[in-house]
């Protein structure tokens, strides 16, 4: 690779490892920890708010955070999104032919929401 390729990727990354946590909270959080006392009180879900990672919901800040938003920086939103199609379609592959290999085949879309859960949680899918 070359140097000034490389250089803003590692510039991004030494950024994001060394900002507060906050810096990357959604604008739409409080940034005190009072003012979720003073918020007015909100209505109750609806049965269809409970769905896990499906209609649009936001994405969790977790440890994988800096670096998914340093490749952001560094490759572009367009070819990051490239990037993780294939990977999670790989990843989706292989649980498949696990699934397959091991009979439970009737297990695979369980085991690929419950890979969605797991890379909201690690930070993969901000």
Do not use: D
């Not at 990727?9 to 940034?31: E, I, V, Y």
């Not at 695979?108 to 929401?113: C, F, V």
């Amino acid at each position: 690779m070359h140097l000034p390729l490389l250089l803003p990727l590692l510039l991004a990354l030494l950024l994001s490892l060394l900002a507060p946590s906050a810096a990357f909270a959604p604008a739409c959080l409080p940034r005190s920890p009072g003012a979720l006392a003073r918020s007015p009180p909100r209505s109750p879900p609806s049965p269809r708010a409970s769905t896990p990672l499906f209609g649009g919901k936001q994405a969790t800040f977790g440890v994988s955070s800096p670096f998914v938003y340093a490749a952001k920086l560094g490759l572009g939103e367009k070819k990051l999104q490239n990037l993780r199609g294939k990977a999670i379609s790989l990843h989706s592959q292989a649980i498949g032919e696990f699934c397959m290999w091991s009979g439970s085949y009737h297990m695979r879309t369980r085991i690929i929401k419950k890979a969605k859960e797991n890379g909201n949680w690690l930070g993969f899918l901000v």
